[in-house]
């Protein structure tokens, strides 16, 4: 089998070559990308791209289709009324938590499910305790491994806000949170807070959120959860 006469540089240089070939971008195209790439993290919609660009909609259509074969940009769905359908971005950004509504959010709608579980994890958490910091209540959070993202201090600082709200719990000192105190008829209930299943199950270390063996699918867990 006969070889090239061609080096190895030339060869890689035609390589090179053919990939910015298949790289590039019509003058729309680019007038577009730079449009969606100038908005960083807060992405843009189709409307707004069509007034920045003064391009008829079926170009922009058009361009929309090709940027994202090429993996140029991504779609991003928000919580807010013009991010309903979608926004553009670049997919070298991750969309800001102004956008996307942060971590209890998916798809731009509040993951309900998640969040009650969270909670009612929490206020077991504080009631052992009596009174419980942010950083041991997240750190009980990502032990039972309940949820598929790691929660961040901000994230768990929003949720124990709102259970201020709700009147579950209260504020004890600058980091600390302890349950409020609502009567007999009001109290939580004790017995069954202190019988999440996680802490004594004999499989903890093989579940996970996405595994057979799942918060997701413990039918002990489930009944836990309907106290």
């Not at 994890?121 to 009596?130: A, R, S, T, Y």
């Not at 719990?169 to 349950?179: E, H, I, N, P, S």
């Amino acid at each position: 089998m006969s070889r090239s006469s061609e080096g190895p540089s030339v060869l890689k240089h035609k390589r090179q070559d053919y990939g910015s070939q298949a790289d590039t971008l019509t003058e729309h195209e680019r007038r577009i990308y730079d449009a969606i790439r100038s908005t960083k993290d807060m992405g843009i919609n189709k409307q707004a791209i069509k007034r920045e660009t003064n391009l008829t909609i079926v170009l922009v259509n058009k361009s929309l289709k090709t940027l994202v074969d090429k993996k140029k940009i991504k779609v991003v769905k928000g919580i807010s009324s013009n991010a309903r359908w979608g926004l553009y971005m670049a997919v070298e950004f991750e969309a800001s938590d102004e956008i996307t509504g942060g971590t209890w959010y998916e798809d731009g709608n509040l993951d309900v499910e998640s969040v009650n579980v969270v909670k009612k994890l929490c206020v077991m958490f504080i009631n052992k305790h009596e009174v419980a910091t942010l950083k041991e209540i997240l750190a009980e959070v990502e032990r039972t491994r309940i949820l598929n993202d790691k929660l961040a201090p901000k994230d768990m600082k929003e949720l124990l806000q709102a259970l201020v709200l709700d009147n579950k719990v209260m504020k004890a000192g600058a980091d600390g949170y302890k349950c409020c105190k609502r009567g007999t008829s009001g109290e939580p209930k004790l017995a069954a807070m202190a019988s999440i299943p996680c802490g004594v199950c004999p499989r903890i270390n093989q579940c996970t959120p996405d595994g057979v063996i799942s918060p997701g699918t413990c039918e002990h867990f489930k009944k836990w959860l309907d106290f």
